[in-house]
């Protein structure tokens, strides 16, 4: 199997909302069949169960459990739908996502298929007590995974759980994307540049559907270029858009035979963008979280607040990061791959920028973002300090232009980590 496939179902495995269900299905019926062995062999008898208690009771369980899955479906999509209207559509396949309402939708279904396989089992000469009794304690389970699966559906989809989420997620993208911490070792990206090799490079087409570059091998493509004796050299950065036919790769030297089908097959395009290999998406999506509650619509600063939080602490530990990743090379030590990824500028700019832009006129908002830039400029190293130096007087001059009156003026520029209403010691106190 190939590296596309193999993304292809990992994918599909860890983001799917219906194969947990699906799994847990197909899983009731060697359940119920283990079960009434055990109860054949046990000749297990408590409760006395008559064939028309017993049909009664599964079948009133099995109509509860169809309930349930009905609701807690119904329930769930309208709240996606109201928590992406207010915060972002871009969290929807995260919420989707999530583990603990993949998992409560599978125990619903499990005990439903459980109950409906064991409904037919009873038979006229003896009751299976304990394939009954099982099915009734999957329902008195799956009524208590009810309770908690509202109680978690009702906070999780909260601004500062998805953002905290965000945060977590983000992390292990970082580690994955940047296993070297600044200074750690690594070429520079553009030490990279100069060493694909002289000569005119063959360019490859994307010929696939237009889309999304969502992620790529890089020990294949790695592995790819050492058959060949070549360098790759990947055009487009993940998290971009590309269309049938645009440059996919510049190979170099021109010459050289690569397998072109199996290139395509170590790369992964999709609808839109993914967390696996593109840590500018939760920054992406904080961002857009914050953009939205600072619009004239919903006017709600403290959620553009809790973003820049989660913004804050991603961005220091950004920072202590080895941002160039540099050329990939094979296990002789020769440049097999090259490939673009944002810098730190790059990151700086895409958390700022429009937070700045859309939110100057709150108050909170300036003095959040100069509380974040103060506090990275003081830990993190003194290469990353003039893209931050930067936004820092670009945020001033935003402020000069808003406010006319000089207590307010003076009052937006300074920092507070709590947008308003904080100490002015707040501004020093080490990120977690």
Do not use: K
Request: with cysteine; glycine share 8%.
């Amino acid at each position: 199997m190939t590296w596309l496939p193999r993304y292809h179902l990992r994918h599909f495995v860890a983001t799917s909302f219906w194969f947990v269900p699906a799994l847990a299905m197909v899983a009731a019926v060697p359940a119920m069949r283990l079960v009434l062995w055990l109860d054949t062999r046990t000749q297990w008898h408590w409760f006395g169960f008559s064939v028309e208690g017993a049909q009664a009771i599964l079948s009133g369980l099995s109509s509860s459990m169809l309930t349930f899955i009905v609701f807690a479906v119904s329930g769930l999509l309208l709240a996606v739908q109201i928590a992406s209207g207010q915060l972002t559509p871009r969290i929807i396949s995260l919420v989707f996502a999530r583990p603990m309402l993949r998992i409560s939708v599978g125990v619903f279904v499990f005990a439903y298929a459980f109950t409906l396989a064991a409904l037919g089992r009873i038979e006229t000469v003896r009751v299976p007590e304990l394939l009954v009794t099982v099915a009734v304690l999957l329902t008195l389970v799956s009524i208590a995974v009810f309770f908690w699966f509202v109680q978690q559906l009702g906070t999780g989809l909260r601004p500062v759980f998805i953002l905290q989420s965000l945060w977590d997620t983000a992390c292990g993208v970082v580690d994955r994307v940047y296993p070297d911490l600044l200074n750690a070792g690594g070429a520079a990206a553009a030490v990279a540049v100069g060493l694909v090799g002289n000569g005119t490079p063959r360019i490859i087409l994307h010929v696939g559907a237009s889309g999304t570059f969502l992620a790529f091998g890089q020990r294949e493509l790695v592995a790819l270029a050492r058959s060949a004796g070549c360098v790759l050299e990947l055009i487009p950065q993940v998290g971009d858009f590309v269309a049938h036919g645009d440059p996919l790769f510049r190979v170099h030297p021109g010459t050289a035979r690569v397998n072109e089908r199996a290139l395509y097959h170590c790369v992964a395009f999709g609808h839109e963008r993914t967390l696996e290999q593109d840590p500018a998406f939760a920054f992406r999506i904080m961002v857009d979280i914050a953009s939205r509650a600072l619009s004239p619509a919903v006017n709600d600063p403290t959620t553009a607040v809790l973003a820049i939080d989660q913004i804050h602490r991603l961005l220091a530990y950004l920072g202590q990061r080895d941002l160039d990743t540099g050329p990939m090379r094979d296990a002789h030590g020769q440049v097999r791959l090259v490939y673009a990824t944002p810098n730190w500028e790059d990151f700086v700019t895409l958390a700022v920028s429009e937070i700045r832009s859309f939110g100057v006129g709150s108050i909170q908002i300036p003095r959040r973002l100069s509380a974040m830039l103060e506090h990275l400029l003081e830990v993190l190293p003194a290469s990353r300090a003039p893209a931050v130096r930067r936004e820092l007087s670009l945020l001033e001059r935003a402020v000069d232009r808003q406010y006319v009156e000089d207590e307010d003026r003076e009052r937006a520029r300074h920092p507070d980590r709590q947008g308003l209403g904080g100490s002015a010691a707040s501004a020093t106190r080490t990120s977690d």
